[in-house]
């Protein structure tokens, strides 16, 4: 099972809405509405953002927004603020039970 | 409050075994799904494999890792443990022990503090 394929890096202003592709095939993204996104700061353990595609845990801010088309995932985070600037990891069922993450993206404001 | 204590650090021979545990405690350690992820330095997240805490204890591994490696528990100790065989450079890592949300489909809502582990000769 290969990794999802996210962009490395996306940048944006503060303010700006910025949105973070996560492709993957049939049979996973597009197979499964088990899309679950995750950020990381440096040294840090990652923390859920975004899971089942569009669902946001409690105490995760309105401003990050989850949806998914065909074989592609998509997290959008409006309002980009300074403190946004992380490392996000989607991953994706892939069947069977197992999941696979993607590349990740650096996401610089 | 949920907590998940791993295992110590780990320097370890290319060729050598690794397991590692996790003890779980604060929730109902059957009720909940667990997963291994790593982390090898600079480098991105990768899901290594699942277990149900509770039932018979059923496991899913990525496909990479088939043959050499196995996710156990023990709900008297709530407890979870992955072992790694056959180790290379390459397995060198953070590794994390996680707890599926109760929504689950890999809602990941608690890591432990993860786990270094270093193979080198």
């Known amino acids: 099972q290969s990794a999802l394929t996210q962009p490395a890096s996306v940048s944006g202003s503060p303010g700006q809405s910025i949105a973070i592709s996560c492709t993957g095939t049939s049979s996973d993204v597009g197979g499964y509405n088990y899309v679950s996104w995750y950020q990381q700061y440096p040294g840090k353990a990652p923390k859920l953002i975004i899971f089942?595609?569009?669902q946001r845990p409690s105490g995760v801010s309105d401003r990050f927004s989850g949806s998914k088309s065909g074989n592609t995932a998509s997290l959008t985070i409006s309002g980009l603020q300074a403190g946004d600037e992380a490392e996000y990891y989607c991953t994706s069922h892939t069947g069977g039970g197992a999941y696979v993450f993607g590349t990740g993206t650096k996401v610089t404001v | 409050q949920v907590q998940l204590v791993q295992s110590g650090a780990e320097v370890k021979n290319p060729g050598a075994s690794v397991k590692l545990s996790c003890k779980a405690s604060?929730?109902?350690?059957?009720?909940?799904?667990m997963h291994w992820v790593r982390q090898a330095p600079g480098q991105g997240l990768e899901w290594m494999g699942v277990i149900n805490s509770g039932g018979r204890g059923n496991t899913a591994y990525a496909q990479r890792f088939q043959g050499r490696f196995t996710m156990t528990r023990d709900m008297s100790a709530t407890t979870v443990y992955m072992e790694l065989t056959s180790l290379t450079s390459e397995d060198t890592a953070v590794y994390y022990c996680?707890?599926?949300?109760?929504?689950?489909?890999?809602?990941?809502?608690?890591w432990g503090q993860g786990t270094l582990v270093t193979v080198s000769s």
């Open positions: 604060g929730y109902i350690f059957t009720n909940h799904y």
């Open positions: 996680t707890r599926d949300s109760p929504s689950g489909w890999m809602a990941v809502d608690y």
């Open positions: 089942h595609v569009n």
